[in-house]
Nanobody
């Protein structure tokens, strides 16, 4: 059974930083793109960032470009999201996702495996 488990969310003041992790189990994703999405209360889920299978290429939403950084450690089957200069607009549940397609990406979708999400709240 494939599982993606996010961690690292929490409450932070505006201007602060958080570091999210997503550990995958049940299969390896070393040949698959992985990504982060978020969903704010009352809004649709939106793409945040994606990273290619090797980690060599990344893709970001305009709203986070220059502030967030996605990375991965294939040996640990884990993807990360470093979030800096956070604002209240970044408040959302953050989801990790994995693409089942072989060596496609980075990509905004579709993704085939999803984590349960971790809450990020930025206080202004």
């Amino acid at each position: 059974q494939v599982q993606l488990v996010e961690s690292g969310g929490g409450l932070v003041q505006a201007g602060g930083s958080l570091f999210l992790s997503c550990a995958a189990s049940g299969r390896t994703f070393s040949n698959n793109a992985m990504g982060w999405f978020r969903q704010a209360l009352g809004k649709e889920r939106e793409f945040v960032a994606s990273i290619s299978w090797s980690g060599a290429r990344t893709l970001y939403a305009d709203s986070v470009k220059g502030r967030f950084a996605i990375s991965r450690d294939n040996a640990k089957n884990t993807v990360y999201l470093q979030m800096n200069s956070l604002t209240s607009d970044d408040t959302a549940v953050y989801y990790c996702a994995a693409d089942a397609r072989y060596r496609v990406g980075p990509t905004t979708g579709p993704y085939h495996y999803w984590g349960q999400g971790t809450q990020v709240t930025v206080s202004s």
